[in-house]
């Protein structure tokens, strides 16, 4: 993975050496400097502007590699198909709604399952990109001026607003709004109708889909985290994501159902 990465001019950590044989292998060291640490330093909106940029050209690079130059059968084997976006927001049912909030009403999760679907279907039909999976700041090392990729194992096929939404909807990070805007359009206008398939404002529709998608798999890892290894430094991530997820749900009619029935027990509880 590490290979393919690098030869497809994606930055990622450097392999010095490696005996599979004698059990070992010698990886660059970034230091401990990751991107939510160096974002803690910045002065304006136009450095984190500047920063961001450099990391979404960088993430063009993956999302512009070819299908056709996986040759290796071991690499991407896996893709976000609808099983997949379910299971994941199952996953949260389980450790946010289950274990944390304490709703206990197979009714009312049924319900949101049925209302969550349409949205994962959608997301599930569309064209797919090679996907770094977990790509969000605590994932991005500072080395120099070079921002490097970390994390990555995980990677497979996917929708390109995946890794994008991870970035700038950050769950860690609260980006300028106008930034957050101006990148989505670099991102937009770069990739290439040929790798994307979506119009600007299919490519915005699929955006706040797949923010819903993701931010929520993001509270359930948080809750996740808490309820079985007892750390508790991931709540306070919490309440910042949900309301993320309840914003680009609120001018939208299509998510009213869900939003009704979410933030109805989310608020009660």
Sequence with gaps: ?????????????????????????????????TLLHHLSSITSVEEEFHIYKKIVDQLLELHRIPQTSVANPNLFKLKFDLQ?????????????????SKIQDENIVS??????????????????????????????????????????QDARWGIPQYDLVSLLEDCYYDLNEENRQKLKDYYFDNLGSSVLGQSREEFESFYQDMLIQRVFKAVGSFCYIYNWRKDDRYLKYIGFAMEKIRKVMMDNPRYKPLKKKLFEHYYAN
């Design 1 to 33: 993975m590490q290979q393919f990465l690098e030869k497809n001019k994606v930055k990622v950590p450097a392999i010095l050496d490696h005996n599979l044989s004698r059990g070992y292998l010698l990886q660059e060291d970034l230091g401990n400097v």
């Design 84 to 100: 997949k976006y379910m299971d994941e927001t199952r996953f949260t049912f389980k450790y946010f709604l289950n274990f944390f």
């Design 111 to 152: 319900e949101l399952e049925t209302l969550f679907e349409p949205i994962m279907q959608r997301l599930a039909s569309q064209k797919m990109v090679i996907t770094h999976r977990d790509f969000h700041s605590r994932n991005i090392m500072v080395k120099g001026d070079e921002f490097i990729f970390i994390d990555f």
